[in-house]
T-cell receptor, first 109, second 113 residues
Framework: GQSLEQPSEVTAVEGAIVQINCTYQTSGFYGLSWYQQHDGGAPTFLSY????GLEETGRFSSFLSRSDSYGYLLLQELQMKDSASYFC??????????FGGGTRLMVKP | AAGVIQSPRHLIKEKRETATLKCYPIPRHDTVYWYQQGPGQDPQFLISFYEKMQSDKGSIPDRFSAQQFSDYHSELNMSSLELGDSALYFC????????????FGPGTRLTVT
């Protein structure tokens, strides 16, 4: 089985940088994905790490350390529209996703 | 750009009734995934299909069944509905060669009364 742990809630101000951590215990782990979900909306893909290191996509970056079973999502230059829930998810060989509990990010003016 | 289509968007059923949820993947996507998300919960993987064959199976109750058809659309059939089945049901699709990215549909909100 797989389990992923992430903080339940994070608050930050506009323009700031925030890091959302994710630790996992898995079998058959292939990579770590990050998804954003606004209230009532569908999850939207943000980033994926199969190898150790940093992946950068615009204001968002994601990091993975397989040896530490740890990853994080870094959001820079926060905007009000970034207020949402962020899920880390473990991919298996068939790309079945096992999600963490989600981190609710609140961006304040 | 075309997105994943799910129908219906909202469905209200009574206990012990049946429900059928439909998913139309993005054109040329051959893999479909179904997820269930309860209020305030993370999405839970139910089942996936690749080229019309079941690929992975998660925490899908025996009361539920699903299939993928020749046009790649998929249907999730739910019988003997229980109050606890009330949730958002998401379908996601991906092309097999880039399956790490899943494109989610808007979801079907099922309410069982």
């Amino acid at each position: 089985g797989q389990s992923l742990e992430q903080p339940s809630e994070v608050t930050a101000v506009e323009g700031a940088i925030v890091q959302i951590n994710c630790t996992y215990q898995t079998s058959g782990f292939y990579g770590l994905s990050w998804y954003q979900q606004h209230d009532g909306g569908a999850p939207t893909f943000l980033s994926y790490n199969a190898l150790d290191g940093l992946e950068e996509t615009g204001r968002f970056s994601s990091f993975l350390s397989r040896s530490d079973s740890y990853g994080y999502l870094l959001l820079q230059e926060l905007q009000m529209k970034d207020s949402a829930s962020y899920f880390c998810a473990a991919n298996n060989a068939g790309n079945m996703l096992t999600f963490g509990g989600g981190t609710r990010l609140m961006v304040k003016p | 750009a075309a997105g994943v289509i799910q129908s219906p968007r909202h469905l209200i059923k009574e206990k012990r009734e049946t429900a059928t949820l439909k998913c139309y993947p993005i054109p040329r996507h051959d893999t479909v995934y179904w997820y269930q998300q309860g209020p305030g919960q993370d999405p839970q993987f139910l089942i996936s299909f690749y080229e019309k064959m079941q690929s992975d199976k998660g925490s899908i109750p025996d009361r539920f069944s699903a299939q993928q058809f020749s046009d790649y659309h998929s249907e999730l059939n739910m019988s003997s509905l229980e109050l606890g089945d009330s949730a958002l049901y998401f379908c996601a699709s991906s092309p097999r060669d880039r399956g790490k990215v899943q494109y989610f549909g808007p979801g079907t909100r099922l309410t069982v009364t």
